[in-house]
């Protein structure tokens, strides 16, 4: 063959050819003289092939559910998840189960869903494990979202950015406001929430989501509140803080109604003495919650910074209504919640060590929000989670002083006949009932373990 691009001379023989006479020069004759049927034949092959853009056969999925596959993205999770252990200055738990060991925990806990978000070959997948029969092996289905990275395909502005304007807002962010979460949220139901992915979720009653990097900072009860054109009695969606707490069927706990014996801490509109705004919807939540536990409130001065971690550490449940920090760069330090003595930041919160396993509500903003991670958020909630906390309640945007106090008391009373994730649910349904627009409900999800009601 001559040089790359020329080609052979005409009256030369090509290398595959044999005598003239031969099987060989036979059969390449007869080829060449039914060229176009050949390519006719070839040319959906050919045009499949370069329409995958990475030579990849045609048939090749683009979220994988074979078992290498699979295997691969859980141990990239696993090491992810180790990674930001690291990165906190922690010491990894025990590694995350392997997928032989998600499909035989799975198999004992028929009812709930397992949904895995996260990229694969510059795509954003889910991975779902659908509802099955108790003992029986689950299906897997891989489901498109969208065909970009999760960071290229929220081109969205963050939602952190969103919040509401005036001293009302549970914040001190000078950020402009966005015009309509409405149509925000819709954008973001086209993609997240497709129908695909609703399918693929048909029959559950419990679903557990593991979303990686920026998708957990995505309203996902408020997008599948919208897009399942919500009841309430829908399927709860716990966000979990790790693949081990999403599988564990030991570790699934029980929640009772909150009575007496349980100690209940209640923080409200700490004094913030002209640093920031005081929020009077918050003391008046406060005073409200902790009157249906039989409980005193801290509230102004007495909310400091000692006397809060002290009975946070004693803690069964608490809420925390006051102001809220996030930061994308700087988790630990940034995120933090204002008392009356100053801040109290990740960083002090995760070194904290629970004497019990508390529902922590985090009535403030952003609270969900900080550093983004491939194993999730370094934030408040995580903080709050490894300090030994089994559910954290938390906000993803600024949000509304008085719609707020609704639906923390709202909440409060489906605590009493439903589980956390459950229960927010239902309180952010009701307060939809009144409140149309998601700014007013939409910024809270569940993140934690999963937790089912026990009376």
């Given at each position: 063959?001559?040089?790359?691009g020329?080609?052979?001379?005409?009256?030369?023989?090509?290398?595959y050819?044999?005598?003239?006479?031969s099987?060989?020069?036979?059969?390449v004759?007869?080829l060449?003289s039914?060229g176009w049927?050949v390519?006719?034949?070839l040319?959906?092959?050919?045009?499949?092939?370069?329409?995958?853009?990475?030579?990849?056969?045609?048939?090749?999925p683009?979220c994988?559910?074979?078992?290498?596959?699979?295997?691969r993205?859980i141990?990239?999770?696993?090491?992810?998840?180790?990674?930001m252990?690291?990165?906190r200055g922690l010491q990894?738990a025990?590694?995350?189960?392997?997928?032989?060991?998600?499909?035989?925990?799975?198999?004992?806990?028929?009812d709930?869903v397992?949904?895995?978000?996260?990229?694969?070959?510059?795509?954003?997948?889910?991975?779902?494990?659908?509802?099955g029969?108790?003992?029986?092996?689950r299906?897997?289905?891989?489901?498109?979202?969208?065909?970009t990275a999760?960071?290229?395909?929220?081109d969205?502005?963050?939602?952190g950015?969103?919040?509401?304007p005036?001293?009302?807002?549970r914040?001190?962010?000078?950020?402009?406001?966005?015009?309509?979460?409405?149509?925000l949220?819709?954008?973001?139901?086209?993609?997240w929430?497709?129908?695909?992915?609703?399918?693929?979720?048909?029959?559950?009653r419990?679903?557990?989501?593991?979303?990686?990097?920026a998708?957990?900072q995505?309203?996902?009860?408020?997008l599948?509140m919208?897009?399942?054109?919500?009841?309430?009695?829908?399927?709860p969606?716990?966000l979990?803080?790790?693949?081990?707490?999403?599988v564990?069927?030991?570790?699934?706990l029980?929640?009772?109604?909150?009575?007496?014996?349980?100690?209940v801490?209640?923080?409200?509109?700490?004094d913030?003495?002209?640093s920031?705004?005081?929020?009077?919807?918050?003391?008046?939540?406060?005073?409200?919650v902790?009157?249906?536990?039989?409980?005193?409130p801290?509230?102004?001065?007495?909310a400091?910074?000692?006397?809060?971690?002290?009975?946070?550490?004693?803690?069964d449940?608490?809420?925390?209504?006051?102001h809220?920090?996030?930061?994308?760069q700087?988790?630990?330090?940034?995120?933090?919640?204002?008392?009356?003595?100053?801040?109290?930041?990740?960083r002090?919160?995760?070194?904290?060590?629970?004497?019990?396993m508390?529902?922590?509500?985090?009535?403030?903003?952003?609270?969900?929000?900080?550093?983004?991670h491939e194993?999730?958020?370094?934030?408040l909630?995580?903080a709050?989670q490894?300090?030994?906390?089994f559910?954290?309640?938390m906000?993803?945007?600024?949000?509304?002083?008085?719609a707020?106090?609704?639906?923390?008391?709202?909440?409060?009373?489906?605590?009493?006949?439903a589980?956390?994730?459950?229960?927010?649910?239902?309180a952010?349904?009701?307060?939809?009932?009144?409140h149309?627009?998601?700014?007013?409900?939409?910024?809270?999800?569940y993140?934690?373990?999963?937790?089912?009601?026990?009376?």
């Amino acid at each position: 063959m001559g040089p790359r691009g020329e080609e052979p001379p005409v009256n030369e023989t090509p290398r595959y050819m044999d005598a003239p006479g031969s099987f060989g020069a036979t059969l390449v004759r007869r080829l060449l003289s039914c060229g176009w049927m050949v390519l006719l034949l070839l040319a959906p092959a050919a045009q499949a092939l370069a329409q995958s853009g990475k030579g990849e056969a045609p048939d090749r999925p683009p979220c994988p559910v074979d078992r290498t596959s699979l295997a691969r993205i859980i141990d990239r999770q696993g090491l992810a998840t180790r990674e930001m252990m690291h990165s906190r200055g922690l010491q990894p738990a025990p590694g995350e189960p392997e997928l032989v060991t998600i499909d035989q925990r799975l198999a004992q806990i028929p009812d709930r869903v397992l949904v895995l978000l996260g990229e694969h070959e510059g795509r954003s997948c889910a991975w779902v494990w659908t509802a099955g029969r108790a003992g029986q092996p689950r299906q897997v289905m891989g489901v498109l979202l969208a065909d970009t990275a999760p960071v290229q395909a929220m081109d969205l502005p963050s939602l952190g950015r969103l919040h509401l304007p005036g001293r009302s807002a549970r914040t001190v962010t000078d950020i402009p406001p966005i015009a309509s979460v409405t149509e925000l949220l819709s954008r973001l139901q086209h993609r997240w929430a497709s129908p695909a992915l609703l399918n693929a979720l048909a029959g559950a009653r419990d679903i557990v989501m593991m979303p990686t990097g920026a998708l957990a900072q995505l309203p996902w009860n408020a997008l599948m509140m919208a897009a399942r054109d919500f009841a309430p009695e829908a399927a709860p969606i716990t966000l979990a803080a790790t693949l081990g707490a999403a599988v564990s069927k030991d570790g699934l706990l029980d929640w009772s109604p909150i009575d007496a014996a349980d100690q209940v801490l209640v923080v409200g509109n700490p004094d913030y003495r002209g640093s920031l705004p005081q929020l009077p919807g918050a003391e008046t939540e406060a005073r409200l919650v902790a009157k249906a536990f039989g409980v005193e409130p801290l509230l102004g001065r007495d909310a400091t910074t000692q006397r809060v971690l002290e009975s946070l550490k004693k803690a069964d449940v608490a809420f925390l209504a006051t102001h809220g920090f996030s930061h994308p760069q700087a988790g630990l330090e940034g995120g933090a919640l204002a008392l009356s003595d100053g801040r109290v930041n990740a960083r002090e919160i995760q070194a904290l060590k629970f004497e019990k396993m508390p529902l922590i509500v985090l009535s403030a903003c952003e609270t969900g929000l900080g550093q983004v991670h491939e194993a999730g958020t370094i934030g408040l909630a995580r903080a709050f989670q490894i300090a030994g906390a089994f559910g954290v309640v938390m906000s993803l945007w600024s949000v509304d002083d008085e719609a707020t106090q609704k639906l923390m008391l709202y909440f409060v009373e489906e605590l009493q006949r439903a589980a956390p994730p459950q229960a927010l649910m239902r309180a952010q349904g009701r307060l939809r009932l009144s409140h149309p627009d998601p700014r007013h409900w939409g910024a809270f999800n569940y993140f934690g373990t999963p937790i089912r009601f026990s009376r």
